[in-house]
């Protein structure tokens, strides 16, 4: 039988050919600049072909109309030129197919990878992607690592497909690209009418996330400070509080201060206890990319695509799990004898292994799919700085779960004068366990000094202190991301791409996210009018659907048709109040793009930084095309308004940044007299100042005359003579 195997990826194509080979030497073949890989294994032809992610995408049908609902899947080329690439791994799997009877998805195993490699099978088996034929023959391979034993292992004990899970994702797939399509063109179909041209979207998750950011962003807006006094006693370098907390009446901190200042303090009380602290469970993919922002201040997005990739390369498991366990079924004295060979883990896996006991510390949360992240025991070469560091952290935080508890002694002290009380805690390691493995995690030591219960004790200083409260943190990427897995809205898998899209789409910015006049605009428009896109309950009702479709409890097509009626009430609602929302919206946007501009121009209108055709970056004015006032900037440079202007041009200034070098001020006129040494060679002025200051927009009748004239004098040029060659 010649069988097809369908990886996700190119790398993991090489890695499936490698271990199925029996002799570990597959034939590698070409075609159209593609390589495939042919095995013989126990009598059979292996042939192993690479996706490039998605090779199918859902688009509308031909006849479709608004509200669209009528949708069908399509090669992924056809619908995006940006996808095109995909176009040769798909001509290469439909060449390679017609020579095969039997059919492997080896995608990676959850809900995206069946789809993928379902849809390739589909398409290769019947000609139509869209096809409802028999499935029942096709096998799946199952693994968490693309190591060797585990790729062989899953071969040899492969399932049938997992057709609920392909269900459940084409469902997902449908119902996200219904909402969003549906809902965004209504979007941009009520900022049109306020007279704003501008790309906007709004998303499944989308709307919630965005909803609980303006909600947060409302609530530091409204916050009203409140003073409060605290009463602390200082000894040496401790610092003692009073036990009633925060005083909100000044009176009272005035009392408290006198009585304690008037009286002897006597140690009330001291306290002394030792705790363990246990090993953090392993990662999931949350806790992962929590902790490389906490640690290395990594992006999630970036940490999630870091892991891909050394889970591609055989160093990690599958990383796009929600499990905290280590089953017993994994090798754990394999993997740890891997990790002794490396300097860094050597000493760890050395006093693990002399226990001989593997059992590690685990967390609650479970995946059915995959087990909590863990290094494969595999050596790793050739990695980058942050690829290192995740490794890092997953082969520590593995390793730290087979390691003894740490034991902490906990210490307090409470002092008394006057009746008032006075209390302080102290920490310090006294094992360290696991802490020494590691090594990215410390809690906090204090230190007590040494006191006597009952004794007198005389103070360095009593005081007040005065504060105010502050308003509630804005969310970072990484606290949102853990924000929206409690909530249960999204996937583990979409979350960092949903919060990307509402950076893209401007309705959010910085690190420490606020939402933007724009995104705020939205949400007030939405809320006041559509509720129902905003929705946390009705979007996890929609989660939990398709994880009904994929235990087999719910049918795809009554999901799709519940998803079909809602999407219509909520447009109907929408063309009702499509006017005021539109309104709404253009507010909004002037007062996002007013928040970027960097000054005021001569002609009134606000200069702003924009981009050419040539993708040069240069600020232009809002009032073009009848102001044409263009102003060059430094290239790759962020550019900062100051709020300033220069006395002498009377232009805005401006901070630029660039990497490595510098931060200077200047402003935005390059024939300003405060630049007139900037043109000598020892000058710091950047390359990229052009001595431009306006730029003449010819009429559309001038241009066409020019380009007429100049077309008739290339035709009049006398046309050159072929070379030949001179005889010897």
């Known amino acids: 039988m010649n069988r097809l195997i369908i990886a996700e990826k190119p790398s993991v194509a090489v890695r499936l050919a490698l271990s199925l080979a029996e002799d570990g030497k597959p034939k590698r073949l070409f075609s159209n600049g593609v390589s495939y890989y042919q095995i013989e294994k126990g009598g059979d032809s292996l042939f192993v072909v690479a996706a490039a992610g998605h090779l199918f995408t859902v688009k509308q049908a031909e006849s479709a109309t608004f509200p669209v609902f009528k949708l069908e899947w399509v090669p992924s080329y056809k619908a995006n030129k940006n996808s095109y690439f995909t176009k040769k791994y798909l001509d290469v799997i439909k060449y390679v197919g017609e020579k095969c009877t039997g059919f492997v998805n080896a995608c ?40 060797k034993p585990d790729l062989v292992r899953a071969y040899e004990s492969m399932e049938g497909i997992d057709i609920y899970n392909y269900y459940a994702g084409e469902s997902r797939h449908m119902l996200d690209w219904m909402w969003g399509i549906n809902l965004s063109r209504a979007l941009m179909s009520a900022v049109n009418i306020g007279g704003i041209k501008k790309v906007l979207s709004i998303g499944r998750i989308q709307g919630p996330t965005l909803s609980i950011l303006a909600q947060r962003e409302l609530e530091i807006k409204n916050f009203k400070p409140r003073p409060y006094w605290k009463v602390l006693v200082l000894i040496g370098d401790l610092e003692l509080e009073n036990r009633k907390g925060s005083f909100f009446a000044k009176e009272e901190a005035e009392t408290a201060l006198k009585v304690t200042s008037s009286s002897e303090m006597r140690v009330k009380e001291i306290k002394s206890e030792e705790s363990r602290l246990f090993p953090f469970p392993p990662f999931d993919l949350t806790s992962m990319q929590l902790e490389a922002n906490r640690v290395f201040r990594i992006d999630p997005s970036r940490t999630l695509a870091i892991a891909q990739s050394l889970y591609e390369k055989s160093y990690i498991s599958y990383p796009r799990t929600a499990s905290q366990k280590l089953p017993s079924t994994i090798n754990f004295q394999r993997i740890i004898a891997g990790l002794s060979k490396m300097e860094a883990y050597a000493k760890d896996a050395e006093e693990i292994s002399k226990k001989g006991s593997y059992r590690p510390i685990e967390g609650a949360k479970k995946d059915e799919a995959h087990p909590a992240i863990y290094p494969t025991g595999e050596v790793p070469s050739g990695l980058g700085d942050e690829e290192m560091k995740i490794y890092d952290l ?3 935080r593995f390793l730290s779960c087979f390691r003894e508890a740490a034991v902490l002694l906990k210490s307090s002290v409470v002092l008394s004068a006057g009746g008032e009380e006075y209390a302080a805690q102290g920490l310090s390691v006294k094992e360290h366990g696991w802490l020494s493995t590691y090594r990215h995690y410390a809690p906090k030591e204090a230190s007590l000094p040494q006191l006597e219960e009952g004794s007198p004790v005389k103070p360095d200083k009593v005081h007040v202190k005065e504060g105010k409260t502050e308003p509630p943190r804005r969310y970072s990427k990484a606290s949102l991301i853990a924000l929206l897995e409690k909530k249960n809205l999204g996937t583990k898998a ?50 939990g659907d398709m994880e009904e479709i994929a235990k087999g409890k719910l049918k795809e097509g009554d999901a799709l048709k519940e998803g079909r009626d809602l999407i219509s009430k909520i447009i109907e609602e929408f063309k009702v109040n499509e006017s005021s929302i539109g309104k709404e919206l253009a507010k909004g946007f002037r007062e996002s793009e007013l928040s970027k501009s960097l000054g005021k121009c001569k002609c009134g209108g606000n ?73 000598a060679p020892k000058a710091s002025a950047p390359k990229e100042i052009q001595p431009a200051v306006q730029m003449q927009v010819p009429a559309p009748e001038a241009a066409a005359a020019k380009a007429k004239t100049v077309k008739k004098k290339r035709k009049a040029l006398p046309k050159k003579k072929p070379r030949t060659k001179k005889k010897a």
């Open 607 to 679: 200069l702003m930084l924009k981009r050419s055709k040539a993708g040069k970056n240069f600020v232009g004015c809002t009032n073009w095309p009848q102001c044409t006032i263009t102003y060059p900037v430094p290239q790759n440079a962020l550019i900062v308004p100051t709020g300033k202007v220069c006395e002498m041009c009377n232009t805005p200034k401006v901070k630029v940044f660039r990497r490595g070098k510098r931060v200077f001020e200047m402003d935005l006129d390059p024939l300003c007299k405060s630049k007139e040494g900037w043109a």
């Open 494 to 543: 979409t979350r960092t791409e949903v919060i990307d899209t509402l950076f893209r789409r401007d309705y959010v910015k910085g690190s420490s996210i606020e939402v933007t006049a724009l995104g705020m605009s939205i949400y007030e428009a939405l809320s006041g009018y559509c509720k129902e896109i905003l929705d946390e309950e009705l979007t996890r009702k929609l989660e």
């Open 394 to 396: 997953v082969a520590r």
């Open 108 to 147: 990676d195993y959850d809900v995206e990878g069946t789809v993928i490699g379902t849809n390739i099978i589909k398409y290769v088996m019947y000609g139509d992607v869209n096809s409802t034929g028999d499935l029942s023959d096709v096998g799946r391979m199952k693994f968490s690592t693309t190591t």
